[in-house]
């Protein structure tokens, strides 16, 4: 069974660097897609991006200039950076797979989600 | 950009009902696109139906999901206490590659 863990800080100050990292449990992290997708407390899903095994990336346009996104297969981790935050970007991000294939592709493990708070 | 538009924001059943959920696009997607998801409160979504139709793994066949173009459905025949819960539509597109509904939320009457 597949299991996602996000892990980074809870609380990053207004125009500084969110980092968050993505552990994969249960099956290998070098094939299929692996995204970020955030939730405004109460609010509706926003796909950040993914990032392939091989290191290509697809960001959302809205987010492109302040997403970085990496990948160690070693670890079987992936990792986000958004820079120059604000408190419009205050959410609960997940990571997740996207599974299927490329005729029916979905979302199909999820992690368990880890909210930051954009404060000073 | 693509943009999906859930109705109604909230439906108000009773255990046993059958909610009939909307998810518009604005522009024509395949079916092989489209996705819907259930999310509970603290809990991450989770795949329900994927190719507009086809459920996921474990999911009970109350679930189902229809539609094609710009007009898909998902239908839960029989409303179990366990299906009170906000459901997502969500296609793969060019760009942005994924976008969501903005929800429904099926609460008990």
């Known amino acids: 069974q597949v299991q996602l863990q996000e892990s980074g800080p809870g609380l990053v100050k207004p125009s500084e660097t969110l980092s968050l990292t993505c552990t994969v449990f249960?099956?290998?992290?070098?094939?299929?897609?692996w995204s970020w997708i955030r939730q405004p407390p109460g609010k509706g899903l926003e796909w950040i991006g993914y990032?392939?095994?091989?290191?290509?990336?697809n960001y959302n346009p809205s987010l492109k200039s302040r997403v970085t996104m990496s990948i160690d297969a070693s670890k079987n981790q992936f990792s986000l950076k958004l820079s120059s935050v604000t408190a419009a970007d205050t959410a609960i991000y997940y990571c997740?797979?996207?599974?299927?294939?490329?005729?029916?592709?979905?979302?199909?493990?999820w992690g368990q989600g880890t909210l930051v708070t954009v404060s000073s | 950009e693509t943009v999906l538009t859930q109705s109604p924001g909230t439906l108000s059943l009773s255990p046993g009902e059958r909610a009939t959920l909307s998810c518009r696009v604005s522009?024509?997607?395949?079916?092989?696109?489209l996705a819907w998801y259930q999310q509970k409160p603290g809990q991450a979504p989770r795949l329900l139906i994927y190719?507009?139709?086809r459920r996921a793994t474990g999911i009970p066949d109350r679930f189902s999901g229809s539609g094609s173009g710009t007009d898909f459905t998902l239908t839960i025949s029989r409303l179990e206490p366990e299906d009170f819960a906000v459901y997502f539509c969500?296609?793969?597109?060019?760009?942005?590659?994924?976008?969501f509904g903005g929800g429904t939320k099926v609460e008990i009457k």
């Open positions: 997740a797979r996207d599974g299927g294939s490329s005729v029916y592709p979905y979302v199909d493990y």
């Open positions: 990032i392939y095994y091989s290191g290509s990336t």
């Open positions: 249960g099956g290998s992290i070098s094939t299929y897609y």
């Open positions: 522009q024509s997607v395949s079916s092989s696109y």
């Open positions: 190719g507009a139709s």
């Open positions: 969500q296609q793969y597109g060019s760009s942005p590659r994924l976008t």
